[in-house]
């Protein structure tokens, strides 16, 4: 889309710029097409665990759907925030906020099995790990040594591999389903293969717009397919209210340590993942690097983006990478064209109906989805994994770090006996693999002996160098 009809390559490098409405709008809508089904999909997992989801029968039920409308609606405040900005808060730029997958290993422990009433908890949380992640813009250039490729890809790995099962959990039927014959029926399946085909074809096959939203046009066919079945219950909408504005304090908020420290530890990653957006849109989009003041600026309006969703009962928010590869492609770096893109998602979320919609997809379409997008992320710290220098010491490391925090997360039941704060957030596997990776990285020395891991490492020392030379 980056022709003479939309601007000059000059002007399309300008984040003041803005195309005429003709190509501003479709090219918003567009960025809203690129993340919307990863937006709602946090809501849907966390609802899911705490009893109140798809399948669940839960009185509770419309609780989920409120939470779909405030993840949209924060998403668009929270992208106001970067595209607009207030005094030092935001970045000036096109980065779209949306709701982060980062944070669900730490919510679902906290509200697994616990009902709606578990909420608060998050709420409570969110509100701290937000204006934390805000206070992060003074200092974060000075924090980056913390984290280099080596750390954030474990991160971003674990994440990945800690979201995966959920994924073919909801392909299968979704957790109320175990047990019972329906689990894992060939309809099921199906459904989830129907999206992933459709997904997998249009990415690799299609060009431009197709291509940009193939998850959400796989979910359409999976949908499709689904109601031809009989598979989809359309109640919902029809008792969904036209309009309702948002209900500040809706699920309360209730203040945990467990709560506080997980989303605080997770803001600091999240952090430092938005310094990697902002450089990649002005990378991508203006051929040059970021400044100080805006990358301060989107760390302020990352955090209060995440404040506001404990306020108003949507979870934390983050800049999205895939709306940064969009900018990369279309060429089109106006802050304009996202601000429509935010103005859309604000009107989805006062409008019920749009998260009754969302709510009616049957469990099995959404798992294929999800199988998709869960496996990306763990592609994604794979991704950033390369760029590590594998010398020995970098694989001991990884090799700690990796077991502990990956061990501790498929046998719980170790740690049985620590207390529950403590127990929620070692069970996480995020936070002990991120916590034991950076500190052997600070105080390890930079080399070892040649022989130091051959007696543990069966012949696969590791001979990778990576892209980059460093430890």
């Known amino acids: 889309m980056s022709n ?78 970067q ?63 913390a984290l280099p490729p080596l750390v954030t890809g474990l991160v971003v ?25 329906a689990y894992g029926s060939g309809t099921s399946w199906l459904m989830a293969a129907t999206v992933i085909f459709v997904t997998l074809g249009l990415k690799f096959f299609a060009r431009g717009m197709l291509s940009v939203s193939a998850v959400l046009l796989g979910l359409l066919a999976g949908y499709a397919l689904a109601f031809a079945l009989g598979q989809v219950n359309l109640g919902n909408i029809g008792r969904a209210a036209n309009f309702a504005f948002p209900n500040p304090l809706h699920f309360g ?39 100080d003041k805006e990358i301060q600026g989107a760390t302020y309006a990352d955090g209060l983006g995440t404040a506001v969703s404990g306020l108003f009962g949507a979870l934390p928010n983050t800049s999205f990478s895939q709306n940064v590869g969009l900018i990369a492609m279309t060429g089109v770096m106006s802050r304009g064209v996202v601000t429509i893109g935010a103005i859309f998602l604000i009107a989805c979320g006062l409008l019920p109906k749009v998260g009754a919609i969302i709510s009616s997809i049957p469990i099995q379409v959404l798992g294929g989805g999800v199988i998709v997008m869960f496996g990306m992320v763990t592609a994604a710290g794979i991704s950033m994994l390369s760029d590590v220098h594998w ?62 891991t051959e007696e543990v490492s069966g012949g696969m020392a590791g001979k990778g160098t990576g892209s980059l030379k460093q430890d």
């Open 4 to 81: 003479s009809s939309t601007g000059t390559p000059e002007q399309l490098r300008d984040p003041n710029y803005m195309p005429p409405l003709t190509k501003a709008i479709p090219l918003g809508i567009q960025h809203v097409l690129a993340m919307f089904v990863a937006n709602v999909t946090p809501a849907i997992i966390v609802c899911g665990a705490a009893g109140f989801g798809f399948g669940s029968n839960s009185p509770d039920f419309p609780q989920m759907i409120y939470m779909i409308q405030m993840c949209m609606f924060v998403a668009g405040v929270a992208t106001l925030f």
């Open 83 to 145: 595209t607009i900005g207030i005094g030092p808060v935001g970045a000036r730029l096109p980065i779209v906020q949306g709701t982060s997958f980062a944070f669900i290993p730490i919510m679902v422990p906290l509200v697994a099995g616990k009902g709606v009433d578990a909420i608060a908890v998050l709420m409570g949380g969110i509100l701290v790990g937000g204006l934390f992640h805000a206070v992060l813009g003074l200092f974060i250039g000075r924090l980056r040594f």
């Open 157 to 181: 790995t674990m994440i990945g591999l800690a979201l995966v099962r959920v994924g073919i959990q909801y392909a299968a039927g979704g957790v109320p389903a175990i047990g019972t014959p």
């Open 253 to 291: 908020l209730e203040f945990t340590m467990a709560s506080i420290i997980g989303f605080c530890a997770m803001a600091f990653v999240s952090a430092v993942e938005t310094v990697g957006d902002v450089s990649g849109i002005t990378k991508g989009g203006a051929g040059r690097e970021a400044t």
């Open 391 to 452: 010398n020995r010491r970098n694989m001991v490391i990884f090799a700690v770090a990796i077991s502990l925090g990956l061990g501790l997360q498929l046998e719980p039941g170790a740690l049985q006996h620590l207390p529950e704060t403590v127990l929620v957030l070692a069970t996480s596997g995020i936070l002990p693999a991120a916590v034991i990776a950076i500190f052997l990285n600070l105080v390890l020395p930079q080399t070892l002996a040649n022989e130091a």
